[in-house]
C-alpha cells in the first residue's frame, strides 16, 4: 500500500490548508484513517482520524478548526485546516489502521500499520 500525502505550505495565521492523503493498493474505506503531525522537536501527535462509517474524531487543539473527510470514488482523505495557528505548524503525516480500531485506540501512532510521507505546513504570525 502506498499513501501519499501533499497539499502542504506556508500560510499566515488565520489561514486555510487543504491536505490530501490519496491511497493506493488499499482501498480507503475498508480501514480506519487518521491524520499525525509533529512539529521539530515533539512527538509524533494525533490529528484526527475517521473510520468505515465516516465517523470523525479529533485532538482537542484542532476541533473545530479541522475537518477530516474522505472521498471513497478517489479512494483519497482530506484534512481542511481552518483557522490555522503558528502552533500547528508541523509535518502532516496520514495513516491507515484497522477498521475494528475502537475510539479510544485512534489516537495511538502505534495502532496504525502504514504511513505516508508527510506533506510540511507552516504557519507564520
Known amino acids: 500500500v502506498q499513501l501519499q500525502a501533499s497539499g502542504g505550505g506556508f500560510v499566515q495565521a488565520g489561514g486555510s490548508l487543504r491536505l490530501s492523503c490519496s491511497a493506493s493498493?488499499?482501498?480507503?474505506?475498508?480501514?480506519?484513517a487518521a491524520w499525525f503531525r509533529q512539529a521539530p522537536g515533539k512527538e509524533r501527535e494525533f490529528v484526527g482520524a475517521?473510520?468505515?462509517?465516516?465517523?470523525?474524531i479529533y485532538a482537542r487543539s484542532v476541533k473545530g478548526r479541522f475537518t477530516i473527510s474522505r472521498d471513497n470514488v478517489e479512494n483519497t482523505m482530506y484534512l481542511q485546516l481552518n483557522s490555522l495557528r503558528p502552533e500547528d505548524t508541523a509535518v502532516y503525516y496520514c495513516?491507515?489502521?484497522?477498521?475494528?480500531?475502537?475510539?479510544?485506540?485512534?489516537?495511538?501512532?502505534?495502532?496504525?500499520?502504514?504511513w505516508g510521507r508527510g506533506t510540511q505546513v507552516t504557519v507564520s504570525s
Open positions: 493498493g488499499r482501498t480507503l474505506s475498508s480501514y480506519t
Open positions: 475517521i473510520n468505515r462509517r465516516t465517523s470523525t
Open positions: 495513516s491507515i489502521g484497522p477498521a475494528s480500531l475502537i475510539v479510544s485506540s485512534m489516537s495511538s501512532p502505534a495502532r496504525y500499520e502504514h
